[in-house]
């Protein structure tokens, strides 16, 4: 978790180099500063070599050392904020700057601190030496340890029981096709098993392995756990005893290896086998391996079970299940099983068994290990009606039992994926995050210093087809940690959550590592050194309670750096009390309802985000937070209609790179005035989108548009598009009516559609009912990559692509849509470079087009006509025999698809 320290140094670094406020004196601070901006982007390469060594490393030593780097960092950051600090507040009280409005301007001497950054320079150098020889050589573990059983072999369900793990509809057809295979081919099949830790891979990969018909039809069989750390060589030897009972060691030379490589392929040669590769982290390694193990053309099977999706790809789509969780029934069955074997469960614990199962959340680990202490527990209806309550003790006691098992999930993620990570756990317990509001975490992600610039992003992660998919750091990197299993993606309610046993994980971990701390949680006690050593404090639950917590535990000292309100949406009046947090610079508190706008946060000078909600207007004197670089306001959320403006004061502030105001306008901008560093722009009101104002934000990126209908819909925003070519650098336009409202018959589009600059890559449309027609005019943009069609904002019948539209367009969504026919101009493949495909809630929908090519990868129907789902199981069958059975890319998730809602 150093990365996640170090990454906050670097921003607080790069805000002095690139202030608009701030100068450096012009002595030898510019040197200074240079020279320790270098060695922090230095020390966060070498944090990086982690991920190159992760299969082999002293995972409690590195662990260690990154502790120390944690701590030095900290104190660093604290010196040389407080020092600057101290300038500027001595600065403006000389000039009387602590009383005007418009944004002020200070030239800082580090030359004092000359010292402190030779000091931590030094300190630097030594803390990455040490780290990087022990990746390269690590430390001997303290207890010597089979490496080659990975976490996932501890996890004993016992009894013949695991029949329950998966038993769906969807994992019996799996079952199903993955043992008659031998009858339809007759080339060696890959197969991948996937999922959450302890959600139940290694018990179904038993289960096939010792499948009557997997023994009968293999003579040769192998089942081989791997791990998070493995040797190769470990690796070859335990498949080679068990494919060759007579094979011996003998003494072998310096080229070990590749006789063991050489040996493993003789012995599979011209037989029929089956190897399971247990608990598979290493994408490479299994590259590898899968070259070793021939393809004798024989019906021969290769199994991996595995917690990552990257890892899962090896196998061809068709043959790569995910292993879902229990529903409420399985999940009862196996915590009775556990807990009284083959007794009866006493019918007074049934009703709330059952709840204390459905607590579990489908995850087999979880309600084995729950079972196993209500078996050595009294089995009273008083004792597990407080077990029945998601925050007993008895869950944080299984988790910490389970910890063994969840925690590599996280040790070995990516560094730049570990705080990410850990700041999911900032939400409640069992919080959903809808796709529609995640622009608050990744904002946040970026005001922490966790993500890698654009420019970082494109350089050091790898250039792959899928990469090229997301335009942002933040996207990829939420795609990586669902990819990983670490965080759960449900397409079905557009969400992203946490299972509370990886959630809890978050909260100890984010604790231990200083990352942040809830006041009120109950994942760990209150730290030895008291909250005010805390870098982040989390608010979830008692907001009033915890903020006076904050104000008596928490002196002048405090080195707190963000305040983060979570939880349930708080109605009524609090103070905030936040005089002694003069290092805060992320203030989230958008579940707090302000009814007065919080003067007080005006002396936190160095907030760089804050986000409320406050339905009265914005003082102009926000302007006094000329650090501020994310601004969002809320509003309550009631019907009425909004006319406020954001003050004029707001072109000012030249660090905003975001903005979200709720369907406020923007004022007139002043003579000259401009946002250089803007570059998202959202809920903005129609009536702002004008040639003056587009013109004096030339790096914005990202444009949302809300228009809220008056209720005599007279006044329509007809030329809110008019202006946005002006726009040259946009990538993301979004255009939502608040309240739309149709009519029977097509009525008339709300806004005109107009020239879109060149340079659009992804365009969102809601409620705007345009007829089709109109499409033309988008599908011709030459870097159109994502199309997302919501609430009727297009309307009638019949739409035909042409054949020369959407050359680039690689995802696109439709729902809400009353469409009845859509169709390809002469039945031609069109839309060539499509990937992904979703279309939902279209129940008038009965003919899609049937020729789309190679490039699609997911088609995903959500609660639709019955005909599309014919549709789709056509475009299956077609792929399968154009591109050979096993060996298509084409994958299909179907939801809610057999609704009967009539023709």
Same mark, same amino acid.
């Given at each position: 978790?150093?990365?996640?320290?170090?990454?906050? =140094?670097?921003? %607080?670094?790069?805000?002095?180099?690139?202030?608009? !406020?701030?100068?450096?004196?012009?002595?030898?601070?510019?040197?200074?500063?240079?020279?320790?901006?270098?060695?922090?982007?230095?020390?966060?390469?070498?944090?990086?070599?982690?991920?190159?060594?992760?299969?082999?490393?002293?995972?409690?030593?590195?662990?260690?050392?990154?502790?120390?780097?944690?701590?030095?960092?900290?104190?660093?950051?604290?010196?040389?904020?407080?020092?600057?600090?101290?300038?500027?507040?001595?600065?403006?009280?000389?000039?009387?700057?602590?009383?005007?409005?418009?944004?002020?301007?200070?030239?800082?001497?580090?030359?004092?601190?000359?010292?402190?950054?030779?000091?931590?320079?030094?300190?630097?150098?030594?803390?990455?030496?040490?780290?990087?020889?022990?990746?390269?050589?690590?430390?001997?573990?303290?207890?010597?340890?089979?490496?080659?059983?990975?976490?996932?072999?501890?996890?004993?369900?016992?009894?013949?029981?695991?029949?329950?793990?998966?038993?769906?509809?969807?994992?019996?057809?799996?079952? &199903? +096709?993955?043992?008659?295979?031998?009858?339809?081919?007759?080339?060696?099949?890959?197969?991948?098993?996937?999922?959450?830790?302890?959600?139940?891979?290694?018990?179904?990969?038993?289960?096939?392995?010792?499948?009557?018909?997997?023994?009968?039809?293999?003579?040769?069989?192998?089942?081989?756990?791997?791990?998070?750390?493995?040797?190769?060589?470990?690796?070859?030897?335990?498949?080679?005893?068990?494919?060759?009972?007579?094979?011996?060691?003998?003494?072998?030379?310096?080229?070990?290896?590749?006789?063991?490589?050489?040996?493993?392929?003789?012995?599979?040669?011209?037989?029929?086998?089956?190897?399971?590769?247990?608990?598979?982290?290493?994408?490479?390694?299994?590259?590898?391996?899968?070259?070793?193990?021939?393809?004798?053309?024989?019906?021969?099977?290769?199994?991996?079970?595995?917690?990552?999706?990257?890892?899962?790809?090896?196998?061809?789509?068709?043959?790569? /299940?995910?292993?879902?969780?229990?529903?409420? @029934?399985?999940?009862?069955?196996?915590?009775?099983?556990?807990?009284?074997?083959?007794?009866?469960?006493?019918?007074?614990?049934?009703?709330?068994?059952?709840? *204390?199962?459905?607590?579990?959340?489908?995850?087999?680990?979880?309600?084995?290990?729950?079972?196993?202490?209500?078996?050595?527990?009294?089995?009273?209806?008083?004792?597990?009606?407080?077990?029945? +309550?998601?925050?007993?003790?008895?869950?944080?006691?299984?988790?910490?039992?389970?910890? @063994?098992?969840?925690?590599?999930?996280?040790?070995?993620?990516?560094?730049?994926?570990?705080?990410?990570? =850990? /700041?999911?756990?900032?939400?409640?317990?069992?919080?959903?995050?809808?796709?529609?509001?995640?622009?608050?975490?990744?904002?946040?992600?970026?005001?922490?210093?966790?993500?890698?610039?654009?420019?970082?992003?494109?350089?050091?992660? $790898?250039?792959?087809?899928?990469?090229?998919?997301?335009?942002?750091?933040?996207?990829?990197?939420?795609?990586?940690?669902?990819?990983?299993?670490?965080?759960?993606?449900?397409?079905?309610?557009?969400?992203?959550?946490?299972?509370?046993?990886?959630?809890?994980?978050?909260?100890?971990?984010?604790?231990?590592?200083?990352?942040?701390?809830?006041?009120?949680? &109950?994942?760990?006690?209150? $730290?030895?050194?008291?909250?005010?050593?805390?870098?982040?404090?989390?608010?979830?639950?008692?907001?009033?309670?915890?903020?006076?917590?904050?104000?008596?535990?928490?002196?002048?000292?405090?080195?707190? &750096?963000?305040?983060?309100?979570?939880?349930?949406?708080?109605? /009524?009046?609090?103070?905030?009390?936040?005089?002694?947090?003069?290092?805060?610079?992320?203030?989230?508190?958008?579940?707090?309802?302000?009814?007065?706008?919080?003067?007080?946060?005006?002396?936190?000078?160095?907030?760089?985000?804050?986000?409320?909600?406050?339905?009265?207007?914005?003082?102009?004197? *926000?302007?006094?937070?000329?650090?501020?670089?994310?601004?969002?306001?809320?509003?309550? #959320?009631?019907?009425?209609?909004?006319?406020?403006?954001?003050?004029?004061?707001?072109?000012?502030?030249?660090?905003?790179?975001?903005?979200?105001?709720?369907?406020?306008?923007?004022?007139?901008? &002043?003579?000259?005035?401009?946002?250089?560093?803007?570059?998202?722009?959202?809920?903005?009101?129609?009536?702002?989108?004008?040639?003056?104002?587009?013109?004096?934000?030339?790096?914005?990126?990202?444009?949302?548009?809300?228009?809220?209908?008056?209720?005599?819909?007279?006044?329509?925003?007809?030329?809110?598009?008019? !202006?946005?070519?002006?726009?040259?650098?946009?990538?993301?336009?979004?255009?939502?009516?608040?309240?739309? %409202?149709?009519?029977?018959?097509?009525?008339?589009?709300?806004?005109?559609?107009?020239?879109? $600059?060149?340079?659009?890559?992804?365009?969102?449309?809601?409620?705007?009912?345009?007829?089709?027609?109109?499409?033309?005019?988008?599908?011709? =943009?030459?870097?159109?990559?994502?199309? /997302?069609?919501?609430?009727?904002?297009?309307?009638?019948?019949?739409?035909?692509?042409?054949?020369?539209?959407?050359?680039?367009?690689?995802? #696109?969504? *439709?729902?809400? *849509?009353?469409?009845?026919?859509?169709?390809?101009?002469?039945?031609?493949?069109?839309?060539?470079?499509?990937?992904?495909?979703?279309?939902?809630?279209?129940?008038?929908?009965?003919?899609?087009?049937?020729?789309?090519? %190679?490039?699609?990868?997911?088609?995903?129907?959500?609660?639709?006509?019955?005909?599309?789902?014919?549709?789709?199981?056509?475009?299956?069958?077609?792929? +399968?025999?154009?591109?050979?059975?096993?060996?298509?890319?084409?994958?299909?998730?179907?939801?809610?698809?057999?609704?009967?809602?009539?023709?």
């Amino acid at each position: 978790m150093a990365y996640g320290a170090v990454g906050s =140094l670097k921003l %607080t670094i790069e805000r002095l180099l690139n202030s608009s !406020h701030i100068s450096i004196v012009q002595n030898s601070s510019p040197q200074i500063i240079k020279l320790l901006y270098e060695e922090v982007c230095s020390f966060q390469d070498a944090l990086e070599e982690f991920d190159k060594w992760r299969s082999t490393i002293n995972m409690n030593m590195v662990k260690t050392l990154e502790a120390e780097m944690i701590d030095v960092v900290y104190k660093f950051e604290d010196v040389i904020e407080s020092y600057v600090l101290d300038q500027i507040q001595s600065l403006s009280k000389e000039s009387h700057h602590e009383d005007q409005i418009h944004p002020p301007s200070f030239a800082i001497d580090l030359q004092d601190q000359k010292q402190n950054v030779d000091f931590f320079i030094e300190t630097v150098k030594v803390m990455k030496t040490a780290y990087i020889h022990e990746l390269h050589n690590p430390s001997p573990e303290e207890q010597e340890e089979d490496d080659r059983v990975g976490p996932s072999s501890i996890i004993d369900f016992g009894g013949n029981h695991d029949s329950v793990i998966g038993q769906s509809k969807d994992f019996i057809e799996f079952l &199903r +096709d993955l043992f008659t295979i031998n009858y339809r081919g007759s080339s060696r099949t890959i197969v991948s098993i996937y999922g959450m830790a302890g959600i139940g891979k290694t018990i179904a990969a038993r289960k096939f392995f010792r499948d009557p018909l997997i023994v009968s039809h293999c003579n040769k069989r192998a089942f081989v756990t791997i791990g998070p750390k493995y040797l190769l060589k470990s690796v070859l030897l335990d498949i080679l005893r068990q494919v060759n009972p007579d094979f011996e060691i003998t003494n072998m030379d310096g080229e070990m290896l590749a006789e063991l490589k050489r040996m493993v392929c003789e012995s599979l040669k011209d037989q029929r086998y089956f190897i399971v590769l247990d608990d598979i982290w290493d994408k490479e390694l299994c590259s590898d391996l899968m070259e070793l193990f021939p393809d004798n053309d024989n019906q021969s099977l290769v199994l991996m079970t595995t917690r990552l999706g990257e890892v899962a790809d090896i196998a061809p789509a068709k043959f790569q /299940y995910k292993i879902p969780f229990l529903d409420k @029934k399985e999940s009862w069955d196996l915590l009775h099983q556990k807990v009284f074997g083959e007794m009866t469960c006493p019918s007074e614990l049934q009703k709330v068994g059952k709840k *204390i199962a459905e607590n579990c959340e489908g995850l087999p680990l979880t309600i084995v290990t729950v079972a196993d202490i209500l078996s050595k527990s009294d089995k009273t209806t008083e004792y597990w009606n407080e077990v029945s +309550d998601v925050k007993d003790s008895v869950y944080k006691d299984a988790y910490d039992q389970m910890s @063994k098992v969840l925690l590599p999930s996280y040790d070995y993620l990516n560094q730049y994926l570990k705080a990410c990570f =850990l /700041y999911m756990g900032v939400y409640p317990q069992l919080h959903k995050i809808p796709w529609a509001e995640l622009s608050f975490l990744w904002s946040l992600w970026s005001a922490e210093g966790f993500l890698y610039s654009a420019a970082q992003f494109r350089e050091r992660i $790898p250039h792959s087809d899928m990469v090229k998919m997301f335009a942002e750091p933040c996207t990829y990197y939420m795609f990586e940690l669902v990819l990983k299993n670490v965080i759960m993606s449900d397409i079905e309610v557009s969400c992203y959550s946490l299972h509370s046993s990886l959630w809890y994980m978050c909260n100890k971990e984010a604790a231990k590592n200083k990352l942040f701390y809830a006041l009120n949680c &109950r994942a760990d006690a209150l $730290p030895e050194e008291g909250i005010e050593s805390q870098r982040r404090l989390c608010i979830r639950n008692n907001v009033l309670l915890a903020i006076e917590d904050v104000h008596d535990s928490i002196a002048s000292t405090s080195t707190v &750096r963000s305040l983060l309100c979570s939880g349930p949406y708080h109605h /009524y009046p609090l103070p905030l009390c936040l005089e002694h947090l003069r290092f805060l610079r992320v203030f989230h508190a958008c579940t707090i309802r302000f009814y007065e706008f919080p003067i007080e946060i005006l002396k936190l000078v160095q907030l760089r985000y804050l986000s409320l909600t406050y339905n009265g207007n914005i003082p102009s004197v *926000i302007s006094k937070l000329w650090n501020l670089q994310w601004l969002i306001v809320r509003r309550q #959320l009631i019907v009425e209609d909004n006319s406020s403006y954001m003050p004029t004061e707001i072109w000012d502030m030249k660090e905003l790179r975001k903005l979200d105001i709720a369907g406020c306008k923007l004022s007139d901008p &002043r003579e000259r005035s401009f946002l250089p560093n803007l570059l998202e722009l959202y809920d903005v009101h129609p009536q702002s989108c004008n040639k003056d104002v587009f013109e004096r934000m030339p790096n914005l990126k990202t444009l949302k548009i809300s228009i809220k209908l008056a209720h005599d819909n007279v006044d329509q925003p007809s030329s809110c598009f008019d !202006h946005v070519s002006h726009l040259r650098e946009l990538k993301s336009l979004a255009c939502v009516v608040m309240n739309p %409202t149709f009519k029977a018959e097509v009525v008339a589009p709300l806004a005109r559609l107009s020239d879109f $600059p060149s340079s659009l890559t992804k365009l969102t449309l809601n409620g705007l009912g345009y007829p089709w027609e109109e499409m033309r005019k988008i599908s011709s =943009l030459p870097n159109l990559t994502n199309l /997302y069609l919501k609430c009727y904002a297009f309307r009638g019948p019949k739409w035909e692509v042409r054949d020369n539209e959407f050359q680039r367009l690689k995802s #696109l969504e *439709i729902e809400d *849509i009353d469409l009845e026919r859509w169709t390809f101009q002469n039945d031609h493949e069109c839309i060539p470079a499509i990937k992904a495909l979703r279309i939902a809630h279209c129940y008038k929908l009965k003919e899609m087009p049937l020729a789309f090519g %190679t490039s699609l990868l997911v088609i995903s129907i959500v609660d639709c006509n019955p005909t599309v789902v014919n549709c789709v199981n056509k475009l299956r069958r077609d792929s +399968d025999d154009k591109y050979g059975d096993g060996n298509s890319l084409f994958v299909l998730a179907i939801y809610d698809c057999l609704k009967s809602h009539g023709d």
